[in-house]
């Protein structure tokens, strides 16, 4: 796990480097535009649109309770499997978990530096730079959950109902935050993304 350790640390320190990286302005530059349209034509009436209590609430808990029960599944599969003596799983769980952690520690540092408002708030624009600290961009949610479902699909690749279901659950978590009123749309995109692009990293380069 040492070697692994260092590969992990690696890939978050190496993070903002390979973001910009001209090979992937393939993907990024389409990105960034959906997240610009999103911001400027789609978010606030998307939010808008759901305003049911009920809703909110069923929706809040639903997103909460999923990724909790994701986490928590990560950690039981862990720690059966080291005591089963299954390295393999042992090591594609823990992988799965160290993603959504460093997943989550990138989200925190993307939501200080934009500090936007969260839709639920008073008399919200969601306006960015606000002073509230952290804030709604990006979707954390989304972010531990994509990263959690990449690195298990890169793990089992061959195995379509684990890469399906493990991004079907993972976008079904981070599209819930809509109705519950937590973010705006362009929130979860870029937390997606970001899930995503941590998973990936992590379940390709750790090794199995």
Not at 22 to 43: C, F, M, S, V
Not at 142 to 153: G, K, L
Request: hydrophobic share 45%; with cysteine.
């Amino acid at each position: 796990m040492g070697r692994d350790g260092k590969t992990m640390l690696h890939g978050f320190a190496s993070a903002p480097r390979n973001a910009v990286r001209l090979k992937n302005l393939a993907w990024e530059l389409p990105a960034a535009a959906a997240t610009g349209l999103l911001i400027a034509k789609a978010d606030r009436p998307t939010v808008n649109r759901f305003q049911s209590l009920s809703l909110q609430h069923d929706a809040g808990l639903w997103s909460d309770v999923g990724v909790g029960l994701e986490l928590g599944a990560g950690g039981i599969a862990w720690v059966a499997a080291c005591a089963e003596d299954h390295p393999s799983v042992a090591n594609s769980a823990f992988t799965a978990l160290a993603a959504a952690g460093f997943g989550q520690v990138i989200n925190l540092g993307i939501k200080e530096g934009f500090r936007r408002q969260y839709p639920y708030q008073p008399n919200s624009t969601g306006a960015f730079f606000s002073r509230s600290r952290a804030g709604s961009f990006t979707s954390g949610h989304a972010t531990t959950s994509f990263a959690f479902a990449a690195a298990i699909a890169h793990r089992y690749p061959h195995k379509p109902w684990v890469v399906w279901g493990s991004y079907g659950l993972a976008a079904g978590l981070s599209v819930a935050r809509l109705p519950a009123k937590k973010h705006y749309p362009s929130d979860i995109l870029v937390g997606a993304i970001v899930g995503y692009a941590t998973g990936t990293y992590l379940g390709n380069h750790v090794t199995p």
